[in-house]
Every structure is written in structure tokens, then in C-alpha cells.
């Protein structure tokens, strides 16, 4: 059984960063293309940022040059940098396999609050 674990959340002034962390396990971590997602109130779960197999990264446009993705792949965990936050990116924060339609079962998320 998959289970994914967010962890790294929390409330930051506007400007400041937080580095999100994701642990999988009861899969191949190594194979998979791995996703951070985020979900505000209201709104609907977004893909931020995605990191492949091969390691090659991908951004939504209004994180670009903020985030950074990595994996390591020997502790089976995704990591965020966030950096130069705003307060549109307070959300809670969720780690999945980067494309649907299916995916695996949803962890309980990071929150992330940014004050201005």
C-alpha cells in the first residue's frame, strides 16, 4: 500500500522559504514521475512543480524561479524549496505521482501559510 507523507509546512512571512519534504513508500520510488500539488480554499489542486525519473523538472508558471523540486531516491522522498514567498502561494501542499488520471491514495498534506 502506498502512503505519502508531507511534512516541512508552516506559516512564513512574505519573502521567506520553506523546504517541503514528501516520504513514499510501499512503491517504486525511482520509477516514478513525482508531483507537488496544492489545493487553497475554493480552489482546485494544482500542479506546482514535478520532478521525472531521469530527474528533468518542471514548473507551473506562477512558481517558476521561486520553487526548485529534487528527489533522492535512496529515502524514497521529494523535497520543495520555496523561496521569495507570497501570499498566493499559502495552500496546503501535497506530493503525488506528477500525472493522472489516476494517482495514488492523497497524504494529509502540509499546510502552507504566508502572512504579508
Known amino acids: 500500500q502506498v502512503q505519502l507523507v508531507e511534512s516541512g509546512g508552516g506559516l512564513v512571512q512574505a519573502g521567506g522559504s520553506l523546504r517541503l519534504s514528501c516520504a513514499a513508500s510501499g512503491m517504486i520510488f525511482s520509477n516514478n514521475h513525482m508531483g507537488w500539488f496544492r489545493q487553497a480554499p475554493g480552489k482546485q489542486r494544482e500542479l506546482v512543480a514535478s520532478i521525472t525519473s531521469t530527474f528533468r523538472t518542471n514548473y507551473a508558471d506562477a512558481v517558476k524561479g521561486r520553487f526548485t523540486v529534487s528527489r533522492d531516491n535512496a529515502k524514497k522522498t521529494v523535497y520543495l524549496q520555496m523561496n521569495s514567498l507570497k501570499p498566493e502561494d499559502a495552500a496546503v501542499y501535497y506530493c503525488?505521482?506528477?500525472?493522472?488520471?489516476?494517482?495514488?491514495?492523497w497524504g494529509q498534506g502540509t499546510q502552507v501559510t504566508v502572512s504579508s
Open positions: 503525488n505521482i506528477a500525472l493522472g488520471p489516476s494517482y495514488f491514495a
